[in-house]
């Protein structure tokens, strides 16, 4: 039988120049490419890092380096890893009058994973279409194991900032990366280079000293990790540190010279404040979600479900033992007396405790005699320490 004649696969030089048109006008900020060999730096990094106890609990981290480092382990055939940066940059947070739980930047609007992916699969189908070729390709944003900030640093995106970030010189670094692993051969970017000179504002400025070293995160103190991946409870000694960040941290990019100067807003409409929750919760009103329904119907299509009903609770009431919100009293005393999580009633505890007035010490005395938790027990009898008989702090 006579064979199909053979479609030549385009130039790879051509396959670039056709990338950067169309990631351009799908709407990225940032395209560059880069080949399929292991991280090797990146994945030297990761090793130190995971065996430091740096990665806390999150299970997708302690994988092994040799699958988070090799962008081949996630597609076989794959040629080429391409990698996109989009600014989410939605302006600044106005001031906090008082009652608002902080949202990180990246995610007051809508979800970015999917957000993204779907226009990630359209550019797929757009290069297909203009190069006249089947692409097999996997294409994600902080979904699979893979480290991003190393390869898209590989594909010249940016560099790495003191507080691990990558930093592009012409837009900061407010930008998601996405990538798509791809099958077709396309010409490579030269490496992302800059420096942070001598600053080291973000390495004086995180509040919990999370960055032990430039680029070295300890996720075990950072906020970031600590209001959105952490399970459990925020730990005692850390708390006061959290302020009134109730999901995420933007501390250490906010510090930054390169923000200050290039962060510029993304085109993007899903990524506004007005496409999702904006820059703050109201601590009261989200403090009376008690039902996983009412939450999936608040939340559902932004980034905030990642920490669950209880764990956006549990910040809520960090934020507002932080704040010395009197205004939350009755929100948390209705939490310490019905909330299902056990987690959620020992910290509504504590914000009782923090704020320290008579009308808490009342409510703690009385949670005191109904608790049946024993965790918050302690946290109950904990509180009630710091809260002398008069209602007023007495552990300062
Ligand atoms: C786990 C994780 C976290 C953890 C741990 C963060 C950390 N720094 O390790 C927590 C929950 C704390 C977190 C927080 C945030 N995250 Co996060 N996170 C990830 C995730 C899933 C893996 C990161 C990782 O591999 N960490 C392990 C360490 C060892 O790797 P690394 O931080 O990337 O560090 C690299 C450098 O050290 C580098 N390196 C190599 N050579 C050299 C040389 C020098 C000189 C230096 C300095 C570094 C360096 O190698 C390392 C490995 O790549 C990625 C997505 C992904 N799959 O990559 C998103 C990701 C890193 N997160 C992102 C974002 C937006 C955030 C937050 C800003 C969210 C927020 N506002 O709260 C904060 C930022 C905190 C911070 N300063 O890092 C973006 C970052 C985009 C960017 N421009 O850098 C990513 C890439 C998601 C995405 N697809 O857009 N995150
Ligand atoms: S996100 Fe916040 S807590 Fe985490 S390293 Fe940056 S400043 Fe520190
Ligand atoms: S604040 Fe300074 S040290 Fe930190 S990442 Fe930005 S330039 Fe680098």
């Known amino acids: ?15 670039r120049r056709v990338l950067e048109e169309r990631a351009r006008a799908a709407g990225f900020d940032l395209v560059g490419v880069t080949g399929v060999e292991p991280l090797a730096e990146g994945g030297e990094r990761l090793r130190e890092w995971q065996e430091a106890g740096m990665a806390a609990d999150m299970g997708y981290m302690h994988r092994p380096v040799e699958l988070l480092s090799d962008p081949k382990k996630l597609q076989k055939s794959a040629r080429s890893v391409v990698s996109l940066g989009v600014s989410y940059y939605p302006g600044d947070h106005p001031e906090n009058t008082g009652s608002g739980g902080r949202v990180a930047r990246y995610a007051w609007g809508r979800d970015y994973h999917e957000v993204i992916k779907a226009r990630l699969f359209r550019l797929r189908e757009e290069l297909e279409e203009e190069l006249g070729v089947r692409i097999k390709a996997r294409g994600f944003t902080d979904a699979v194991p893979l480290l991003e900030r190393s390869a898209a640093q590989h594909a010249g995106l940016g560099f790495f900032g003191r507080n691990s970030c990558l930093i592009n010189g012409s837009v900061g670094s407010y930008f998601f990366i996405a990538d798509l692993i791809m099958d077709l051969e396309l010409t490579p970017d030269p490496h ?53 960040w109730a999901f995420g941290c933007d501390v250490c990019q906010e510090v930054c010279p390169y923000n200050k100067t290039k962060a510029t807003k993304s085109r993007w409409p899903e990524f506004s404040a007005e ?84 009308e808490s010490r009342l409510a703690l005395g009385e949670a ?5 938790d024993a965790g918050c027990r302690e946290e109950i009898a904990l509180a009630l320490e710091g809260v002398g008989p008069d209602g007023i702090r007495g552990l300062e």
């Open 1 to 15: 039988m006579e064979s199909l004649p053979q479609k030549r696969p385009p130039e790879p030089v051509e396959v």
């Open 192 to 244: 992302g280079t800059g420096t942070c000179g001598q600053c080291t504002r973000c390495m004086d400025r995180c509040p919990t000293g999370a960055i032990k070293a430039p680029g070295v995160v300890d996720a075990r103190l950072c906020i970031s990790y600590l209001t959105i991946e952490n399970k459990g409870a925020i730990p005692h000694h850390l708390r006061p540190l959290v302020g009134d």
């Open 275 to 358: 496409a999702g929750k904006g820059p703050y919760l109201d601590i009261v009103e989200t403090l009376g979600i008690r039902s996983e329904d009412e939450f999936e119907r608040r939340f559902a299509g932004t980034p905030l479900t990642r920490p669950g009903r209880a764990g956006i609770l549990r910040n809520c009431c960090v934020a507002a033992g932080n704040l010395k919100l009197e205004g939350a009293i009755p929100a948390l005393i209705l939490a310490l007396r019905e909330d299902p999580s056990s987690l959620v009633r020992s910290h509504a505890a504590w914000a009782l405790g923090e704020i320290g007035v008579p």
């Open 368 to 372: 005191a005699k109904n608790e049946r």
